[in-house]
């Protein structure tokens, strides 16, 4: 019996920890084609895995961090498209640039490739 209630007292915290794991409401990516709002939380929410999207663990920070900073990494832009894209495609989600750009927000300071 004390060692069930042990383990229930150790497994009692874990939702708790995962829910620290909650990241912003919203991101914004500037794009020369209208700024990208990406709904973060209700992405996390509806995935359930942050290494689905972050492949390295959330504990590496942002795609920004590493994606058009280290040489040799693919750009974020190119990063995310691909890996937004295919998953738009797979569970139908907006796939027309408009779907997820926002040309009337352009943001002609992105112009760098």
């Known amino acids: 019996m004390l060692r069930l209630l042990l383990l229930l007292f150790l497994l009692i915290p874990a939702p708790l920890l995962a829910s620290d794991q909650t990241g912003p409401e919203a991101v914004?990516?500037?794009?020369?084609?209208?700024?990208v709002t990406f709904k973060h939380l209700s992405h996390q929410q509806r995935l359930g895995n942050c290494r689905i999207c972050h492949h390295q663990?959330?504990?590496?920070?942002?795609?920004?961090?590493?994606?058009?900073?280290?040489?040799?990494?693919?750009q974020l832009k190119d990063v995310l498209h691909k890996q937004c894209v295919n998953c738009h495609w797979q569970q139908h989600g907006?796939?027309?640039c408009?779907?997820?750009?926002?040309p009337e927000r352009?943001?002609?300071?992105?112009?760098k490739d």
């Open 94 to 96: 907006p796939t027309e």
């Open 98 to 102: 408009a779907g997820c750009h926002d």
């Open 57 to 74: 663990g959330v504990e590496m920070g942002s795609c920004a961090s590493c994606h058009g900073v280290i040489k040799g990494l693919p």
């Open 106 to 111: 352009l943001d002609e300071s992105v112009y």
């Open 28 to 35: 914004e990516y500037p794009s020369r084609w209208g700024v």
